[in-house]
């Protein structure tokens, strides 16, 4: 059994900064590309930024040069750094990662979402 756990959404004003971290814990042979997504209201699922294993990043044309991904494969986790938000950064934010279990099974996984929200 994998799980992906998210924390560090919340409310924050135009301009500000928020740090998203996300923890892969379980029979976890493997970890290869993660990423995080987001849902605003009332739209579809978007991919904001993406690492590999081997560290190379591709990122949402609406934030580059404000969010940095990164992980840290000795903890399982990959973090969103996140400057300058603005009001339509706002959204439900996912984790997201392609994983193979000690059974030899590669998966894709989703976390629960955290919920970031940026006042005007």
């Known amino acids: 059994q994998v799980q992906l756990v998210e924390s560090g959404g919340g409310l924050v004003q135009s301009g500000g900064s928020l740090r998203l971290a996300c923890a892969a814990s379980?029979?976890?042979?493997?970890?290869?590309?993660m990423g995080w997504y987001r849902q605003a209201p009332e739209k579809q699922r978007e991919l904001v930024a993406a690492?590999?294993?081997?560290?190379?990043?591709n990122y949402a044309d609406s934030v580059k040069g404000r969010f940095t991904i990164s992980r840290d494969n000795a903890k399982n986790t990959v973090y969103l750094q996140m400057n300058s938000l603005k009001p339509e950064d706002t959204a439900v934010y996912y984790c997201?990662?392609?994983?193979?279990?000690?059974?030899?099974?590669?998966?894709?996984?989703w976390g629960k979402g955290t919920l970031v929200t940026v006042s005007s």
């Open positions: 997201n990662a392609d994983i193979r279990t000690v059974l030899a099974a590669t998966g894709d996984y």
């Open positions: 690492i590999t294993s081997g560290g190379s990043t």
């Open positions: 379980g029979s976890i042979l493997s970890i290869y590309d």
